[in-house]
């Protein structure tokens, strides 16, 4: 059962990625110039090698290079104390060894007279570049996010290619695009300029440089591998450049340059199964990157469109389903109440395929399209609603903080009471045994209260549905986009596409507090 959702959670799929221990903040201010230039400024001197493949990047690394910088963190962080053995054996021969607060008890609880539990010193290593010569820095907030995901880091330190050390404050960050920046106390310092993403092409040269496994400055050079990359098919920043440069743990905040010195990328991912570099390292493209690090910069919370509804793309499972190709829209799953697609008329099971007159693709997806649109905008969305095209219009909201999503996501809180329903024989399709919901069924299940559906009580394990991943305890809550709360309700529906000449249903499955998915069960008997 595959989902995804747009505003709130994404569920990812299977793929190795690996962080990179680095930190990638932006800014766009220049600061107070005066007569110095950025590094990468046209006409300092000959930059780009000739057309063609290049004889050496020797030159224009020397340039580059100084504006690149280190960035080392350290934090305490509490420590699980585990039972020693010994001690405890020990501890019969010697009760003054033991109590609360004892200096040998390992309890890191802080109770009794010993106050606090122990805690540890951990750190990070990663990379930045410095975009404005009265020391901004550009790094990830993945490298001074604070080790249990919440608030920063105690300290960050920037040190810089001459091996100057400066202590660095932190501007701003920002979950969502993982961008974060740094500001240090210096004057007249390299920097670098950014570059136009949008105009690079794959098959590019490109040039990445930072400080991998903490070794020192490092470059490699390759090829723009791909554009628009998604590493886990959901939200508005899954747009990465990929790259064939080597880019490994270390790398990530430092800056991804084309041949004429320009930062269009900030190294952030890779994708390997052993976490060291295979040759698919990301970048965030500078088009995404420059908006965030613009607000960050003027001390606001980077605004974003918002649409209020989750999300589901068409894959080769859906598509036929519906009668659609493959990857031409998304199909609404979920309605925030009161949210602006609510209040614009989308319902679930609408089928998203243009936002604005652009066609939803995997490269252009609706998070993508609303979130790059200008917050209050008013947006015609064309629809598929009951196998008929039709336009809705929507005034974008402003995406709300993480933390506001969580409590949308949440689910709510109704109480769902006694039905009074007796318990049935289960009745069978589609290789699943089914029955009608009841409050010990929806308990069993994990089920929040207040919805209503059929419950999956076994699966066949040789039949489509199993394939597709459905399980016992799943909730089903519409058949080909109608709602079902009754066994027999969901055999009707089978049965009636079955007559209709249909290849498959679509079925709307709740699985305890998950967001809900649509999944396309094959009914051709083949």
């Known amino acids: 059962m595959r989902s995804k959702e747009s505003g709130q959670v994404r569920y990812a799929y299977g793929v190795t990625m690996a962080l990179l221990l680095g930190g990638t903040a932006f800014s766009l201010a220049t600061g107070q110039a005066g007569a110095q230039v950025p ?3 046209p006409g ?3 930059l780009a090698p000739r057309p063609g493949a290049p004889m050496s990047f020797a030159d224009l690394v020397a340039k580059l290079q100084p504006a690149v910088v280190n960035i080392s963190t350290k934090q305490r962080v509490p420590v699980r104390a585990q039972a020693d053995p010994l001690e405890q054996f020990f501890r019969q021969f010697d009760p003054s060894q033991g ?18 539990g122990r805690t540890r010193e951990a750190g990070s290593l990663g990379s930045g570049f410095i975009i404005s010569p009265d020391g901004y820095i550009v790094t990830n907030n993945h490298l001074i996010q604070g080790l249990t995901g919440t608030g920063t880091v105690d300290t960050v330190t920037v040190t810089l290619t001459d091996r100057h050390e400066y202590t660095a404050r932190i501007v701003g960050r920002d979950d969502t695009s993982d961008l974060a920046l740094l500001k240090i106390e210096a004057r007249g310092l390299p920097f670098v300029r950014w570059g136009d993403s949008t105009k690079a092409r794959v098959g590019d040269w490109v040039i990445a440089i930072g400080d991998p ?4 400055s490092t470059v490699t050079a390759g090829i723009i591998s791909a554009l628009h990359r998604g590493i886990t098919n959901s939200g508005a920043y899954d747009r990465y450049i990929q790259t064939d440069a080597a880019i490994n743990m270390g790398n990530s905040g430092g800056p991804m340059f084309d041949l004429d010195g320009n930062v269009i990328g900030i ?29 960050l910069m003027k001390g606001q919370r980077p605004q974003r469109g918002y649409l209020g509804v989750g999300l589901q793309a068409l894959d080769e499972d ?4 519906l009668g659609l190709p493959k990857d031409s829209g998304e199909i609404v799953l979920t309605v925030v109440p009161n949210g602006p697609g609510a209040r614009g008329g989308l319902v679930q099971g609408d089928v998203i395929v243009k936002v604005n007159g652009q066609q939803v693709t995997p490269d252009q997806t609706v998070s993508y399209l609303i979130a790059n649109t200008p917050v209050g905008s008013r947006v015609p969305l064309e629809i598929i609603r009951g196998g008929k095209r039709a336009t809705v219009t929507v005034q974008v909201g402003e995406r709300p903080t993480e933390e ?3 409590k949308i996501s949440g689910g709510g809180s109704a109480d769902q009471g006694d039905s009074g329903a007796s318990p049935t024989t289960p009745q069978r399709t589609l290789g699943l045994s089914l029955a009608p919901l009841t409050p010990d069924l929806a308990r069993a299940a994990n089920l929040p209260a207040g919805v209503r559906g059929v419950v999956i009580t076994a699966v066949d394990p040789n039949a489509n549905a199993a394939e597709q991943g459905l399980q016992r305890g799943d909730l089903i809550i519409s058949v080909n986009n109608q709602a079902v ?31 809900e998915a649509f999944v396309a069960i094959d009914i051709s008997g083949k």
């Open 39 to 41: 590094q990468n400024a």
């Open 485 to 515: 709360t009754s066994p027999a309700q969901v055999v009707a529906a089978v049965d009636a596409a079955r007559k209709a000449g249909r290849s498959s249903v679509l079925l709307l499955v709740k699985r305890g507090n998950a967001t």
């Open 404 to 406: 506001a999503l969580a």
């Open 318 to 321: 859906l598509a036929p389903t």
């Open 99 to 116: 109590g609360q607060g004892s200096q040998g008890s390992n309890d890191n609880s802080g109770g009794g007279s010993g106050g606090q």
């Open 44 to 46: 300092t001197s000959a």
């Open 267 to 295: 190294n952030s991912a890779l994708i390997s199964p052993t976490g060291a570099s295979v040759g698919i390292g990301l970048a965030i493209p500078a088009e995404l990157a420059k908006p965030v690090i613009d607000s």
């Open 213 to 216: 496994y903490g070794v020192g």
